[in-house]
């Protein structure tokens, strides 16, 4: 569906990494991990071509692929006097022509995906009042009200409480299961992100390193030492693999 | 009453300046509520003060060109025009958006247009009307630029609201959905500078700014949705330059800034009424002491 063949990673020009490659099939779920300013938004935007390449290509399969991006809830402006209704139906936008109002198909898919994501009895309240939660769970029905190919997900858990990552989480186990598509998520927690990707990607430009692959042969000790640039422990918790950061050794 | 009687009896001298003023407060209005969303609130003021370099270099070029048929072609509207386009293209761009940007544009053409002022040789009276315009007499040529120019933005902005809409509150999400941000950046921009441009010539650059701002401000301190916002801000824009009008010749003031005036009072009048952020306050649940952790295990 999507192949990065030799692609390099860069803004305006200036590389941020060696080229890398990657194939990413329908029903995949690529975690993409990393620390912070590690090329991690970088490389989801090069994907959905919001950023050129700096060098190589994306090859997207034919027919193109549909993106469903959903951005960091706290990203957006509290400003806009937009019902929660109203954030969903944006999403139908690329699908209507130019001038044209939104159909009666339109609006039953926009109240089908936010009763289908819990948020129906928000649908009237103004988007910028709800919690961090409920604001990230709209952005993702208005990713998916286009029906998307590829659910993009820009660190959906951040700045959540621990009941908001698990729900966020659980759901997106869920959409995975039924749906079938194609996800690209980045994470802060590799713990959260093992927890749900069968494919991780893990990037540092400033060690130069990027390792893709199957999530059960990257989750080790050694891998992830390697792209934070210290000691990492991977530990096995009620099945569920847990990550720890250690001290660093001391001189 | 004299004063009002004497108004309707002379409203053949005022009704084309009335025309001319609620047409660009009602449009500047409608996109006050783009420039305060988006956040660059001193991007009309860098437009106006461009577009008045175009009028200058006009009125240069004209007068180094005097009695040649070229000289037709440098008019100060058209001018204006172009010079208000130019920026448009770059603060549509993400790296123009900054207020830096806007501040060096402003700050530059001020400078350039004082300077190249001193090299006009007409009288600098005439420049400055056709500058700022005056909000109290307006040429008839006046009512069809400006119509010419609402119609425009009125047809842009029925095909491309929706887009507008997407690109200027998540233009990561828009574009990732395939729509192209910066071409619907550059259009919304290019509606901005062609009305700022008009409206400054016709109705001057304080009136221009000021319905650029405080209507909007008003009606975001009422409105719920977006719909309601827009209309509000057209009829607070609408109904601050024709009361203003009014006002400033029955109590014979300065017309711009008795528009600009009504403007804010309509904004400070909205700001004591309970505002959509507060009524649509998130509510806290309060913590049972009695589940406090720390509590139970001392």
Redo the contacts between chains.
């Keep these: 569906m999507i192949t990065l063949d030799n692609v390099v990673l860069g803004h305006a020009g200036r590389p941020l990494l060696r080229p890398i490659s990657i194939s990413v099939s329908a029903g995949d779920f690529w975690g993409i991990v990393g620390p912070n300013g590690a090329g991690k938004s970088t490389l989801i935007k090069t994907i959905v071509g919001l950023i050129p390449a700096v060098g190589g290509a994306v090859q997207l399969a034919q027919p193109l692929p549909r993106f469903g991006y959903v951005p960091q809830q706290h990203a957006l402006s509290a400003h806009y006097p937009l019902t929660a209704f109203d954030v969903v139906l944006m999403g139908r936008t690329g699908m209507l022509r130019l001038g044209q109002r939104p159909k009666a198909q339109d609006l039953a898919r926009t109240h089908e995906e936010l009763s289908r994501i819990g948020m129906a009895a928000v649908a009237q309240h103004q988007f910028a009042a709800l919690s961090g939660g409920q604001k990230q769970r709209v952005l993702m029905a208005r990713a998916l009200v286009s029906d998307p190919d590829v659910l993009v997900l820009d660190e959906p858990t951040a700045g959540m409480d621990l009941p908001g990552e698990e729900s966020i989480l659980a759901f997106l186990r869920r959409l995975h299961a039924e749906r079938k598509m194609a996800v690209l998520m980045v994470g802060h927690h590799i713990s959260n992100v093992a927890r749900v990707a069968t494919h991780l990607c893990l990037i540092n430009k400033d060690t130069s390193l990027f390792e893709a692959g199957p999530a059960a042969a990257l989750l080790t000790s050694t891998c992830l030492s390697r792209v934070y640039n210290q000691p990492i422990a991977v530990e096995r918790v009620n099945g569920a693999v847990q990550v720890f950061a250690q001290e660093q050794p001391h001189d | 009453m004299t004063e009002s009687v004497s108004f309707w009896q002379s409203w053949f001298m005022w009704r084309d300046a009335i025309i001319v003023a609620a047409l660009c407060a009602a449009a500047l209005s409608y996109l006050g509520v783009w420039i305060?969303?988006k956040?660059v609130v001193y991007v009309p003021l860098a437009l106006s003060q461009v577009s008045s370099v175009g009028v200058v270099v006009a009125f240069f070029i004209c007068s180094l060109l005097e009695g040649h048929r070229t000289s037709a072609l440098f008019d100060p509207a058209w001018m204006s025009l172009v010079f208000g386009l130019v920026p448009a293209f770059y603060f549509a761009h993400p790296k123009g958006e900054g207020s830096n940007a806007t501040v060096v544009a402003y700050l530059v053409s001020a400078a350039s247009a004082l300077l190249l002022a001193g090299f006009v040789r007409q009288d600098l009276h005439d420049v400055d009307s056709v500058l700022f315009g005056s909000a109290v007499l307006v040429e008839t040529i006046q009512i069809v630029y400006v119509g010419l120019a609402v119609l425009a933005l009125g047809l842009v902005h029925?095909?491309?609201y929706?887009?507008f809409?997407?690109i200027s509150?998540?233009p990561?999400?828009?574009?990732?959905?395939?729509?192209r941000v910066y071409r619907h950046e550059v259009l919304l921009y290019v509606t901005f500078a062609i009305m700022i441009s008009v409206s400054t010539r016709a109705i001057g650059a304080l009136p221009a700014f000021g319905f650029t701002v405080l209507p909007a401000l008003a009606a975001?301190n009422l409105?719920?949705?977006?719909r309601?916002?827009f209309v509000l801000a057209t009829l607070i824009g609408t109904l601050s330059a024709v009361l203003g009008y009014y006002l400033s010749f029955v109590w014979e003031l300065p017309t711009g800034a008795t528009m600009v005036g009504v403007a804010g009072l309509a904004y400070v009048a909205t700001a004591w009424i309970p505002t959509?952020?507060r009524r649509?306050?998130?509510y806290v649940v309060p913590v049972d002491s009695s589940q406090n952790c720390a509590r139970n295990a001392s």
């Design positions: 305060v969303l956040r029925v095909f491309y929706r887009r809409l997407f509150f998540d990561t999400s828009a574009g990732a959905s395939g729509l975001l409105a719920t949705t977006m309601a916002t959509r952020s649509a306050e998130t």
